[in-house]
């Protein structure tokens, strides 16, 4: 098994993940052994997805540094996460935006909520976070609190980009989607209008 050490070595040197400062930052200060279940803190530092309860599974972290390095996160950002699952890349943003930001995170299941906040309870100073649950009936995003700088959504799209979800998002705002496979980053350049760049390749847990 790696050590953590070792881990990031790799994902500067290897996946090449780690190349922005406010992203190496955060991942250095956030340890991926604090969101992991017991059974799993040995392979915390390995490169792979791993279980997290509710048959979900937190992303592996080159997966997850990629996505966030697409969101072009700044300080002062308010950004909306959805299907945080441990609260993992919930805790990497919020460290990333700093105190005059805001991460909101949205999550189907009521145990991965209350597990996501115990996992960020272990961080004192990460308190610019509002985490809440909803259900398959209600809408996907959190529109209250809308618009964002920022969508992540961290579960798969099945087939199609929400559309009540983009229009959460600020003009000139950025959401990183994963939909059937292939990630996407779209640019909002109107009410009704996006920029997209298409990255294929990868696997997720569904977005119910």
Do not use: C, W
């Amino acid at each position: 098994m790696q050590t953590r050490e070792e881990l990031i070595i790799s994902l500067k040197n290897d996946t090449r993940v780690l190349r922005e400062t406010l992203i190496e930052k955060a991942f250095e200060e956030i340890d991926r052994a604090d969101f992991v279940d017991d059974d799993y803190k040995i392979e915390a530092y390995e490169d792979y997805a791993l279980p997290i309860g509710e048959g979900q599974t937190t992303s592996r972290p080159t997966t997850i540094l990629f996505m966030i390095e697409l969101l072009d996160v700044k300080r002062g950002d308010n950004i909306l996460e959805v299907g945080f699952g441990s609260g993992f890349a919930t805790a990497l943003l919020s460290s990333m935006v700093g105190d005059s930001g805001h991460i909101y995170g949205v999550e189907q299941s009521d145990i991965l909520l209350e597990k996501a906040k115990n996992n960020i309870g272990k961080y004192d100073h990460l308190n610019n976070i509002t985490l809440q649950g909803r259900s398959s009936k209600t809408p996907v995003g959190l529109p209250e609190y809308a618009p964002y700088d920022k969508i992540l959504v961290s579960a798969e799209a099945k087939d199609e980009i929400p559309v009540d979800l983009f229009m959460e998002l600020k003009i000139g705002g950025i959401m990183v989607i994963p939909v059937s496979g292939t990630i996407y980053k779209l640019v909002k350049v109107s009410d009704d209008g996006f920029d997209s760049k298409e990255y294929p390749g990868f696997s997720f847990d569904s977005l119910s």
